[in-house]
């Protein structure tokens, strides 16, 4: 099983501001297979990257990924105050279980 | 408009069962993966099982094997989860959820509002 590991577990910053969340592969995948999503509370997951890096529709340009082998990034370029909440990598590669990060809570600071 | 509306959640005892469904509109369901998602209140999410456009391969995690069954009837446009023996850690928010492209290793593009299944003495 690929173990997803999310860092920071709480990042706290204001609007305007850039975040980058990392997510760690317990083992090498390749890059195709990787997901970021984010959840509002109360909301379902709502998927942004694929790929590691391809923005899924509608998803607004200061997302952006990258990464490959066992280290990726999501990084929002300004923070807009509607960017606040719960992100989540996810892998869903050959190698079974798909797997998912345990989250990073983006916060107000 | 795409959809997917699940039902059939509800508080059962230990060792009891569910049958969750997922009605889908607003795409060729039948084209699709599907895969079930759950979420424990407070926790982070954790995939439970993905069927393919054609229900002829189907996946499941470790921690539901021998228990949950998951199936469509592309007819119906509906995707089910049949949950036996259930067990405290089971409660959770279950969401349905549409592959991007269609391919059983695909991201998770749609998802649902989610159906929660409580299991309580």
């Known amino acids: 099983e690929i173990v997803l590991t999310q860092s920071p577990g709480t990042l706290s910053l204001s609007p305007g501001e850039r975040a980058t969340l990392s997510c760690r592969a317990s083992q090498s995948f390749s890059s195709i297979y990787l997901a970021w999503y984010q959840q509002k509370p109360g909301q379902a997951p709502r998927l942004l990257i694929y790929g590691a890096s391809s923005r899924a529709t509608g998803i607004p340009d200061r997302f952006s990924g990258s990464g490959s082998g066992t280290d990726f990034t999501l990084t929002i370029s300004r923070l807009e105050p509607e960017d606040f909440a719960v992100y989540y990598c996810q892998q869903y590669g050959t190698s079974l279980p798909y797997t998912f990060g345990q989250g990073t809570k983006l916060e107000i600071k | 408009e795409m959809q997917l509306l699940e039902s059939g959640g509800g508080l059962v005892q230990p060792g009891g069962s569910l049958r969750l469904s997922c009605a889908a509109s607003?795409?060729?369901?039948?084209?699709?993966?599907m895969s079930w998602v759950r979420q424990a209140p407070g926790k982070g999410l954790e995939w439970v099982s993905t069927i393919s456009g054609s229900a002829y391969s189907t996946y499941n995690a470790d921690s539901v094997k021998g228990r949950f069954t998951i199936s469509r009837d592309n007819s119906k446009n509906t995707l089910y989860l049949q949950v036996n023996s259930l067990r405290a850690e089971d409660t959770a928010v279950y969401y349905c959820?549409?592959?991007?492209?269609?391919?059983?290793?695909?991201?998770?593009?749609?998802w649902g509002q989610g159906t929660m299944v409580t299991v309580s003495s």
């Open positions: 607003g795409f060729t369901f039948s084209n699709y993966a």
């Open positions: 959820a549409k592959h991007r492209m269609g391919g059983l290793h695909d991201a998770f593009d749609f």
